[in-house]
């Protein structure tokens, strides 16, 4: 690489490291994605069942739930249960769509279903939502075009478990 084009390819990098000022952690995001999933699939979200689906124990559960009530996304009383608010339910269709692209997409590379699932969770916070929404029209456009994906889809492979690699 020519110094030049070194020295902006450094210029750039410095520029993606910067700190973007995000309105919400993927924390955050994947908590009232959750609670949105319980409750369409349930009718209700516990306390107990974030936990279960989070990974993450009781005492985090409830301190997060507080902070999501301060920040207006949720209605959180003790004994009586979790509301999303509309805000909050917003935001939960927008992680929702958001993982469900990504998801399309990388099954469109072949990728198997659980590692695109995985894959997904993490993109679905970091990506710009102009990416998405470039990301969302590809998708469709592969979409309708089968025959051209399969020309370009490698064999289906099982993947390693992570770690290996
Ligand atoms: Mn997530």
Do not use: C
Not at 57 to 78: C, W
Not at 93 to 104: A, D, F, N, T
């Amino acid at each position: 690489m020519p110094p030049s084009s070194r020295a902006q390819r450094l210029a750039q990098l410095e520029r993606a490291h910067a700190r973007r000022l995000q309105r919400y952690t993927p924390r955050e995001e994947d908590y009232v994605e959750v609670i949105y999933e319980l409750m369409r699939e349930k009718g209700y979200a516990r306390a107990v069942d974030i936990s279960a689906n989070l990974h993450v124990r009781s005492p985090s559960v409830t301190r997060m739930l507080q902070k999501l009530h301060a920040s207006d996304l949720l209605v959180y009383e003790r004994y009586r249960g979790i509301m999303l608010t509309e805000k909050g339910e917003r935001l939960a269709k927008s992680v929702r769509e958001r993982h469900g692209i990504l998801v399309r997409f990388l099954r469109l590379l072949g990728v198997n279903p659980e590692t695109a699932h995985r894959d997904a969770e993490g993109l679905e916070h970091s990506l710009h939502p102009a990416t998405i929404e470039r990301l969302s029209h590809l998708v469709r456009v592969l979409e309708d075009n089968p025959a051209w994906v399969q020309t370009v889809q490698p064999p289906a492979v099982r993947d390693p478990p992570r770690g290996q690699n």
